[in-house]
Every structure is written in C-alpha cells, then in structure tokens.
C-alpha cells in the first residue's frame, strides 16, 4: 500500500511522477499484476496510468462494482449491478478502443476506432435503457408490495450500517433466519424481510439490506434506488454500528451522510453498537456498561437511543427489542 500528499490529485496521473517512478520500482521486487487506486479515477487518469505501469489499474468504483457483480444473487440484483456497471463503463470506452485509432482512417473517412467506438456506444445506451425499463418495473413491483404491507399497518424496522457491520447477523439472531453473514464486505445485496413479535406481543417487520461504504460510486446509489426505497417505507431505522472496527467513528459518519443523501435523515432512529463479546467478557458486563447512569447523555447522540450488543452471541437482545418498542 502506497499513499501520498499532494494538494490536489494530478488531472494526468492523478499520483505525481516520483511516485509513479516508485511504483514502477516496486513492479521488480513485487512483481504485482494489477493496482488498485481507493478512489475514482477519471477515465484520462486510468489510461496514462495503465501505459505508464504497464498493468491493470482498478479504481475503488470498479472494484466496489466487481464485489456486488460477484455477490448479486437474485434478478434485481443482477439487473442493479449490471446497470451501475455500464454507466461506470460509458464514459471509460474512449480509451478501449483508441489502439485502433492509431490506424488512422484516409481523409475524410472515419478511424475504425470511432466508428467502433459508436457502434458500442449505442450497444450501451440500449441495453441501459432495457435495464432501466426492468428495473422500472421492479420498483412499480416493491411498491404495490410495500403499499400492501403498509395497509395491514404493521410496523416496518430496517437495519442500515456500514458493509460487514453485523446487520445480517442480528437479522439472523432475531428473526432466526439464516441469511448469508460473511466476514466481508457486501454480503448482502438483496433486501429480505422477516415479521417479528415484541415481547408486548405486537408484531412489526425487519428488513435487511445492502451495506453502505465510504465513497459509494454514485452509479451504485443510482442502480439500487429501487433496493434503497425500501427504507423509505421504514418506521424505524436500526443503524448498526461494528464499534470494534478502528474506523467506527468514520463508518459512522458515512452512514449518516448517505441517509441523508436518501432524505432518510428524519426517520426516527437506534443506534446500536455491536460485536460488544470482542470487548466484554459476559453480557453481564455489558448491562453494567449500559446501567451508568447517563451512559447515552455520555456518548453525546441527542434524541437516539443507543444500545450495546453481540449480534453473535445474542447479549443485549432483551434491551434492543424494549427500545424498538417504545419506538413503535
Ligand atoms: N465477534 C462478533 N462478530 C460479529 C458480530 N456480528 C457480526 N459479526 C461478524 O461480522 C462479520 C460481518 O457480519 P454480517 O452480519 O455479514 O455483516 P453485514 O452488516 O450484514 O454486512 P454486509 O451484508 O456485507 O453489509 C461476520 O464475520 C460476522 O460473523 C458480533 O456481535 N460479534
Ligand atoms: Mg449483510
């Protein structure tokens, strides 16, 4: 892993010409076949770089595009994904085809680049606009679902967090289903949904759904509206946090900036922080934890509910389950 301090990327190599130079040198010793750059990269960036290094450059967009390709189960998630994927690659084919250019086209005539370059242009248009037109009518689809949902009146409550923070594991420890949990990053892609009791005895839904990710390509928020809107029916939203993880006070944040991009800002709210059994020894200890008189007023989130748990290991169910009642 290289990183580097500039004022501003370079519009041409988007990394400056001594770290080129260093990454070359590297290509001895490592002999590595591929770099992959944690940020998006404009198409111009990604060409000189590949000519540069003289290997596959990736940027995070397709690389976050490549994990859901491969994660996408179901019809609507194929179709989202491979839609994000062709509007990544759109504005990215000029170079695919600029070789061809090079043999130039008489006076008058076109290079076979352009001409080619066209062709898949309009492959691209057309099969975007077939896949908006599906996906189209999935949404029409969740929506008369989701209204029907909404007319027996119970209660919908979606987990939401940062990828691999445990919402599947609590959906699964909930609702004792057994959805894909996996130690990495977008194990879901498809919204399921599970009718749960409280202890009151009232019942409400749970959904759970993709993981959110710092720099999410605007391709993919775009392509999954239509898993996304399921949040918009949402009476409560469960924000699970992994607060083991060294990045969980900027997981954090970037899930409250994507709730509010979604307009999903105002929804009433839990926090919950989870994977507590890598920090505590018993749940015991955890319900000491949560006793401290102005434990929530200590962590400073004004109007939220906070509550510690273990997905895993089931600890703090009882007082999770209590909240989302008094909510509902
Ligand atoms: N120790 C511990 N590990 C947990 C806990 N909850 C989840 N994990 C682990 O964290 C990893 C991610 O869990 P998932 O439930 O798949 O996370 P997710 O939020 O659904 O992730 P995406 O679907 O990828 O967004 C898995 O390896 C889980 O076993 C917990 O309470 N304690
Ligand atoms: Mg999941």
Known sequence: ?????????????????????ELIGLKEQ?????????????????????EALGVKVIDRSALILHIFARKARTHEGKLQVELAQHQY?????????????????????????????ETDRRLIY????????????????????????????????????YTNAGKSTLFN?????????EDRLFSTLDPVTRRLALPTGQQFLITDTVGFI???????????????????????LLHI???????????????????????LKNKPKITVFNKLDLALSSEAELKALTAIPYFEEEILLPNEGIVLISAAKGWGMDELLNKIAHHL
């Open 214 to 236: 710092h720099k999410l390509p605007p391709s993919i928020i775009a392509a999954f509206r239509a898993t996304l809107e399921e949040l918009d029916e949402a009476d409560l």
């Open 241 to 263: 946090v992994d607060i083991t993880h060294k990045n969980a006070a900027n997981q954090c944040l970037t899930v409250e900036k994507i709730l509010s991009e979604l307009n």
């Open 89 to 117: 690659l759109l504005p990215r084919l000029i170079g695919q085809w600029r070789h061809l250019e090079r043999l130039g086209g008489g006076i008058g005539t076109r290079g076979p680049g352009e001409a080619q370059l």
């Open 126 to 161: 057309k099969r975007i606009n077939l896949l908006q037109h599906k996906i189209e009518s999935v949404r029409q689809h969740r929506a008369l679902y989701r209204r029907r949902r909404k007319e027996t009146g119970t209660p919908i409550v979606a987990l939401v967090g």
């Open 30 to 50: 490592t002999q590595y076949d591929t770099v992959i750059f944690d940020d998006e990269l404009s198409p111009r960036q990604q060409r000189n770089l590949e």
């Open 1 to 21: 892993m290289l990183t580097q301090k500039l004022d501003a990327p370079s519009p041409t190599y988007y990394i400056g010409k001594g770290k080129i130079g």
């Open 173 to 181: 420890t909930l609702s004792k289903a057994s959805v894909d949990v």
